[in-house]
Nanobody, 118 residues
Framework: QVQLVESGGGLVQAGGSLRLACAAS????????MAWYRQAPGEQRELVAQ???????NYADSVKGRFTISRDNAKNTVYLQMNSLKPEDTAIYYC????????????WGQGTQVTVSS
């Protein structure tokens, strides 16, 4: 079993910033990759940022230059720094982990609401 605990969501004005965190715990050997997804009401869930165990990152075009994904390996935690936020960034943000372990590989966090006002 693996647990992902998210924090940092909230309400912010357009142009502001938020920092999301996702901490992994449980039974696993290591983390192959972690990612942030988001889903607005009535829309498909989309990948916004990903970081591999080796530290490589990639971003959706819509957030490139504004969002930064990073990790703290000692804490098994991934972060998403969100700057210059826009109303269209409003969504539930989910953390996903790809774990090296004996058992299921992928786990999702519960999601955290991010709301950006005009």
């Amino acid at each position: 079993q693996v647990q992902l605990v998210e924090s940092g969501g909230g309400l912010v004005q357009a142009g502001g910033s938020l920092r999301l965190a996702c901490a992994a715990s449980g039974s696993f050997i290591s983390i192959a990759a972690m990612a942030w997804y988001r889903q607005a009401p009535g829309e498909q869930r989309e990948l916004v940022a990903q970081i591999t165990g080796g530290g490589s990152t990639n971003y959706a075009d819509s957030v490139k230059g504004r969002f930064t994904i990073s990790r703290d390996n000692a804490k098994n935690t991934v972060y998403l720094q969100m700057n210059s936020l826009k109303p269209e960034d409003t969504a539930i943000y989910y953390c996903k982990g790809d774990f090296v372990r004996l058992g299921p590989r992928y786990y999702w966090g519960q999601g955290t609401q991010v709301t950006v006002s005009s």
